[in-house]
Nanobody, 122 residues
Framework: QAPLVESGGGSVQPGGSLRLSCGVS????????MGWFRQAPGKEREGLAI????????TSALSVKDRVTISADNALNTLYLEMDNLRPEDTALYYC???????????????WGQGTQVTVSS
């Protein structure tokens, strides 16, 4: 089983909301930092939010701070990303990651999921 498996992507209308899930197992389950990222075609990967799992504290990127929430279930089996007021520019492949290995905004994580596609259009 892959250590990180994203789900919940799909097509959403502008102004809508989404909740992505990331199943966490294996080596990823012991990570102190887990995060969500996205990458749109032709653009660099963008960090969205990160969680310090021992304390469940979170940090969000300024670009999406008012629209995203990162959370996890009690057992840290699943990491979530909720995003509100979706816009066409939010269209991207969304990834979860675990095992911080440097600057989180630069995506310096050890373990990555395969991603789930989110498309925002009317």
């Amino acid at each position: 089983q892959a250590p990180l498996v994203e789900s919940g992507g799909g097509s959403v209308q502008p102004g809508g909301s989404l909740r992505l899930s990331c199943g966490v197992s294996g080596v990823a389950a012991s990570s102190q930092y887990m995060g969500w990222f996205r990458q749109a075609p032709g653009k660099e990967r963008e960090g969205l939010a990160i969680m310090y799992t021992p304390a469940r504290t979170t940090t969000s990127a300024l670009s999406v701070k008012d629209r995203v929430t990162i959370s996890a279930d009690n057992a840290l089996n699943t990491l979530y990303l909720e995003m509100d007021n979706l816009r066409p520019e939010d269209t991207a492949l969304y990834y979860c990651a675990a095992g911080l290995n440097g600057d989180w905004l630069k995506g310096e994580f050890k373990t990555w999921g395969q991603g789930t596609q989110v498309t925002v259009s009317s």
